[in-house]
């Protein structure tokens, strides 16, 4: 049996940040993941304004401008049967420093943030260690059980464990959580494809005729999200990968004759949820990101929301726990910050789903086609002071959260 002050289970955004934070502030945290490294394909790589300012915060400016990496500073639609670019978004109306999404792949910036906590004292990070279970005592959470990938099994005990596993965390079973969910009509293939000197920049959504695809400029290739009914994956995949090829450049003519997609091995699939915990926390116990409420991809924001629930968490737990005062009142409080956030953006992507997504499945939206745009498209069209509110969207989800002062030290 060995001890912590607290567990964070799961290192992906959240999990490191929570981890990075508390370390910095004086709290011993042992941080548990059950890959043994960060190296996933398609996951989330936006990294949005307010934690670009948050690295920036903690000295880490310098260091993660040195990764690779790309910027998005336009949301652009193709209207009309010549396909013209419209500015749907422009992140450069911001007045912040930070104006733009920066496009990193994920594993370079938990590498970093891993590195940055192994030189705190208090921080452990354990990777191939998956938490199995929780250890439940006198009506409290007390730790977890982990195994490794070895085999070896154990107990990890804890003032606070912090489930930042994800939707598919084990923790989202206990029915005191409550546990609510939203239908949505699609699910996500992610592939690549390349890009060439002179094809559009930044975000390009392509929307006709029942074909709805997101091009994400990534310099070198485009990352691309192929929006699809709900359920249809399988279906589609049963003839050759050639037929998905010739589609994608009767749907995105610019595209050419370039090589596309290889294989359907290269095309990944995601299933869309859209759903949130009625409650975050019992005692002993916090969920914060996707554990706590999965966001839909619409927007891309929620890497960006489950960093802001870590920054919140930290700054509510890092001083009771360091003083060995926590109480259940402090772990209420980060439901009760980010609570109305979160409800805000699931409102608005369900809003998106219903108006927009749905529609444009079922062929009832086609940009090519002025009198089949979307009510959002024609609102901007229309009043071009609107355009500053995606971005905003994006960028602080609905408000920025500051993190403890001890986590702000420059070493």
């Known amino acids: 049996m060995e001890r912590t002050t607290c567990v964070v289970v799961g290192g992906g955004p959240a999990g490191m940040v929570l981890g990075l934070l508390l370390a910095r502030a004086g709290v011993e945290v042992t941080v548990l993941e059950k890959h043994g490294d960060f190296l996933r394909d398609f996951r989330g790589d936006t990294v949005h304004p307010t934690t670009l300012q948050l690295l920036d915060d903690l000295g880490l400016a310098d260091r993660f401008a040195r990764i690779p990496q790309s910027r998005i500073d336009k949301i652009q639609l193709p209207l009309g049967p010549d396909g013209e670019l419209f500015t749907m978004g422009d992140f450069s109306l911001l007045p912040i420093k930070h104006n733009y999404v920066a496009m990193v792949p994920q594993w370079d910036l938990l590498d970093m943030l891993a590195d940055e906590g192994k030189a ?8 191939n260690t998956e938490a199995t279970e929780l250890i439940r005592e006198g ?3 007390r730790g977890v059980r982990y195994r490794t990938d070895s085999g070896q099994t154990g107990e990890l005990r804890a003032t606070i464990t912090v489930a930042c596993d994800g939707r598919k965390s084990f923790v989202r079973d206990m029915p005191e959580l409550g546990l609510r969910d939203f239908p949505t009509p ?17 975000l390009v959504g392509m929307l006709r005729k029942r074909a709805f695809q997101v091009l994400i400029d990534r310099r070198d290739y485009f990352q691309v999200a192929s929006i699809i009914h709900k359920g249809s994956d399988a279906a589609g995949r049963s003839g050759p990968i050639e037929d998905f090829n010739a ?15 290889r294989s359907w091995d290269d095309v990944k699939l995601l299933h869309v949820t859209l759903d949130r915990l009625r409650k975050w926390h019992v005692p002993g116990l916090l969920c914060i990101g996707d554990a706590a409420h999965a966001m839909s991809p619409v927007g891309g924001i929620g890497i960006n929301l489950a960093v802001q629930d870590a920054v919140a ?3 509510h737990l890092a001083t009771p726990l360091r003083e060995g005062r926590l109480r259940r009142e402090h772990v209420a409080a ?3 910050r980010r609570w109305l956030t979160t409800v805000l953006i699931q409102g608005f992507q369900r809003m998106i789903h219903e108006n927009v997504v749905g529609p444009a499945l079922r062929g009832e939206i086609d940009l090519g086609d002025s009198a089949r745009l ?3 498209v024609r609102a901007v069209s229309r009043l071009p002071f609107l355009r500053r509110f995606p971005p905003y969207l994006l960028a602080y989800g609905a408000i920025r959260e500051k993190p403890p002062r001890e986590a702000l030290r420059r070493r």
């Open 120 to 127: 705190e004292p208090g921080f452990t990070l354990r990777m």
């Open 334 to 336: 980060v439901q009760r």
């Open 139 to 141: 009506g409290r959470v």
């Open 374 to 376: 979307p009510l959002p």
């Open 186 to 202: 699609m699910d996500v293939r992610w592939f690549r494809v390349p890009r060439h000197e002179g094809d559009p920049e930044g």
């Open 247 to 261: 589609q994608l450049r009767r749907e995105i003519p610019w595209l050419g004759d370039r090589e596309l997609v």
């Open 313 to 315: 968490a930290a700054r």
